[in-house]
T-cell receptor, first 106, second 112 residues
Framework: ELKVEQNPLFLSMQEGKNYTIYCNYSTTSDRLYWYRQDPGKSLESLFVLLSNGAVKQEGRLMASLDTKARLSTLHITAAVHDLSATYFCAVAKYIFGTGTRLKVLA | NAGVTQTPKFQVLKTGQSMTLQCAQDMNHEYMSWYRQDPGMGLRLIHYSVGAGITDQGEVPNGYNVSRSTTEDFPLRLLSAAPSQTSVYFC???????????FGPGTRLTVL
């Protein structure tokens, strides 16, 4: 059974700081997705990572995939308040982690 | 394009009632899926479809039925609602395999 774990589950950080969210999964997969969800809203796609070593960047967010370690990271650079949301990773398209709730404090 | 649409946005049911959550997409996506989202549990897959006439069960299929008679529509039926089915339901669609999913706005269901 494929399991996906994210950590931390909750993250409170100051504006301007850097931090990384981790997504570990239990069985081999070369497809990993990151989504963002604002409170009370739907999910929005951030990144699609389809091979070992894949790296994608958009603004202050950068995602990477290491299929051998079964690990993806979402790195936040110089956080701003607008990044406050819940971030989900998903493996093999349909299996989601429990999410990381990020709060960026001014 | 409207993308993925879901109706209703909110629904309150009594235990034992049945209802259908509607989902439609206008992007000609082959893949469609239903999830439920409960606090602290992320999204859990209920049922999914890889094309018209083809459906399969996900992680939590009990108490739900689906059908896929057209590419555009993928309704989710609650056969006999239970309080444990109180949740937010999301429908999503995508092209096959590597493509990301596009999510509808969600339906917030309360079962009393």
């Amino acid at each position: 059974e494929l399991k996906v774990e994210q950590n931390p589950l909750f993250l409170s950080m100051q504006e301007g700081k850097n931090y990384t969210i981790y997504c570990n999964y239990s069985t081999t997969s070369d497809r990993l997705y990151w989504y963002r969800q604002d409170p009370g809203k739907s999910l929005e796609s951030l990144f699609v990572l389809l091979s070992n070593g894949a790296v994608k960047q958009e603004g202050r967010l950068m995602a990477s995939l290491d299929t051998k370690a079964r690990l993806s990271t979402l790195h936040i650079t110089a956080a701003v308040h607008d990044l406050s949301a819940t971030y989900f990773c998903a493996v093999a398209k349909y299996i989601f982690g429990t999410g990381t709730r990020l709060k960026v404090l001014a | 394009n409207a993308g993925v649409t879901q109706t209703p946005k909110f629904q309150v049911l009594k235990t034992g009632q049945s209802m259908t959550l509607q989902c439609a997409q206008d992007m000609n996506h082959e893949y469609m899926s239903w999830y439920r989202q409960d606090p602290g549990m992320g999204l859990r897959l209920i049922h999914y479809s890889v094309g018209a006439g083809i459906t399969d069960q996900g992680e939590v299929p009990n108490g739900y039925n689906v059908s896929r008679s057209t590419t555009e529509d993928f309704p989710l039926r609650l056969l006999s609602a239970a309080p444990s089915q109180t949740s937010v339901y999301f429908c999503a669609s995508s092209y096959p395999e590597g493509d990301t999913q596009y999510f509808g706005p969600g339906t917030r269901l309360t079962v009393l």
